[in-house]
């Protein structure tokens, strides 16, 4: 097999690969080319609705189920994702940009997910409460809270989805999922998976389309109990207001505004490569990139030659290119607001290190940018640029790191570098993110809790915590019993 057998240009709804009620479709791009790639159906709210039936339907079933039962199923798909790897990573590179090795990594990231919640869906467990009558027993349960509505996005095409599937599925939910129009293909072939893997038709749905046709379906439907999004802060505070309006529960992961601070006692070899991590994964298109870095004066100009000549180490090119290392940006608005971050320092007082161009006439590629003299007026001290650009304040005391850092409404992570053990401590007590990476750029994992404080949202996904959101406490009192 190749990965055009895992590209599906229809839906999957109740098992089915179905089309459009209208026959529109939308057309999904190469990033590196601009080339169409495939096309997929522009559904609406009659094709969800359906979706959210054949869910519901499905949830019956499947929430029938043993714990154990599901396990078993769900290590099949976890199996299958894993025995389609490379192919699925290449096709999630076609489609999205990142390069193959990273592409193929984060298809074992989403099924580590997959394995992770089936696991842990074998210890939902509840309380027998002591009862205040003799004659009578309280119990406190867990189920499932039902159909679940996701919203995924682009950078992540399949992980992000298997975040959510996983816990969903572990807790005994069904789902129906809206996956991003620039990447739906991703989404399509982990449906294709979940059917080949023996799941019960309608467990997972895919619809592709309007995003805001299938987001006031799933808000307003009453049979949809849970909605769970990743994307942007504004996005998310809508669709949260609209679906608690109809008392559903919601999952937020939102915007970030991640510091990555860097004191004069860090091993800086270390926070270099952390930095190069942290910046340049997804070529700088992640939640958690960090977007502004901060470096004590002691280390700023070593710290910024050895980040600058490391970036320029990075190769930028199509990802499915040997040796490529830095993809495109998903699109022509992303190249441009990477650009305006640029042009924001510069006007301001920034002085380019190395990069601050395009690379190339095609594609939407950037180069691996590092400014220096960056100062709390510029962009990126406030926006998420969510692109290659690393712009480097400099500052003086541990306070003004803890300051400047906490300076934002977001709250997802944020990392130092430090070797003091009591620095560590400190600073990671003080820092309002959801997340902190101590002497580390990457923190990813399945087993630990991944969500945001303030504007970053609410909710966790991953570790032994993410099952709570997909679960409803139920409570019974035992009369009756004849003693
Ligand atoms: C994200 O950027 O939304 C997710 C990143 C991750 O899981 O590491």
Redo the contacts with the bound molecule.
């Keep these: 097999m190749g990965w055009t057998d895992h590209l599906h240009e229809r839906c999957m709804i109740g098992g089915l690969w179905v089309e459009a009620d209208g026959g529109e479709t939308i057309a999904v791009n190469d990033p590196s080319t601009g080339e169409v790639l495939g096309s997929v159906p522009k559904m609406g709210r009659a094709e969800t609705a359906r979706a959210i039936d054949a869910a519901q339907a499905a949830f019956g079933e499947w929430s029938a189920m043993t714990a154990a039962e599901r396990c078993a199923l769900m290590l099949k798909l976890h199996q299958a994702l894993m025995d389609h790897q490379a192919d699925l990573g290449e096709l999630l590179c076609r489609e999205m940009g990142k390069p193959l090795a990273e592409a193929r990594g984060e298809i074992a990231?989403g099924a580590a997910f997959v394995r992770w919640f089936a696991e842990e869906g074998r210890r939902i467990y509840g309380d027998a409460i002591p009862s205040p009558w003799r004659d009578k027993r309280i119990l406190a349960t867990q189920a499932p809270v039902g159909v679940v509505g996701a919203i995924t996005?682009w950078?992540?095409p399949n992980?992000?989805i298997a975040?959510k599937l996983g816990a969903a599925l572990g807790a005994g939910c069904a789902m129906v999922c809206k996956p991003a129009s620039a990447t739906p293909f991703s989404a399509l072939a982990v449906a294709a998976l979940v059917e080949e893997a023996g799941l019960p038709k309608g467990v997972f749905n895919v619809v592709t389309g309007s995003a805001s046709a299938i987001a006031a379906e799933m808000c307003e439907n009453p049979k949809l109990r849970k909605i769970t999004f990743?994307g942007s802060t504004e996005i998310g505070k809508e669709l949260a207001s609209n679906a608690t309006r109809h008392m559903k529960r919601v999952s937020m992961?939102l915007g970030?505004n991640a510091p990555f601070i860097v004191f004069d006692d860090a091993d800086l070899d270390a926070a270099v490569a952390g930095a190069m991590a942290s910046k340049y994964?997804?070529s700088g298109?992640?939640?958690?990139?960090a977007n502004r870095i901060l470096v004590q004066s002691g280390v700023h100009d070593a710290f910024a030659a050895k980040l600058a000549r490391a970036a320029e180490g990075l190769k930028v090119g199509r990802g499915y290119d040997e040796g490529v290392t830095q993809g495109p940006l998903i699109d022509a608005a992303a190249l441009e607001k990477v650009e305006e971050h640029v042009a924001d320092m510069l006007a301001k007082g920034g002085e380019i290190v190395t990069g601050g161009a395009r690379v190339g006439n095609q594609g939407t590629f950037f180069q691996p940018t590092v400014v220096k003299n960056a100062t709390t007026d510029m962009k990126p001290f406030r926006e998420e640029t969510f692109g290659p650009l690393a712009p480097l304040f400099r500052f003086e005391t541990e306070e003004e790191a803890v300051a400047m850092a906490n300076d934002t409404p977001y709250g997802l992570a944020c990392y130092f570098y430090t070797r003091e053990l009591g620095r560590a401590f400190r600073v990671m007590e003080r820092l309002q993110f959801g997340m902190v990476g101590v002497n580390e750029g990457?923190?990813?994992t399945e087993v630990a809790p991944?969500g945001g404080v303030k504007d970053s949202g609410m909710g966790t996904e991953g570790s032994k915590y993410g099952l709570d959101d997909y679960l409803v406490r139920k409570y019974a009192l035992i009369g009756g019993l004849g003693f």
Excluded at 285 to 289: G, L, Y
């Design positions: 990231y996005p950078n992540f992980a992000m975040r990743t992961e970030g994964r997804n298109q992640t939640c958690v990139c990457i923190i990813s991944f």
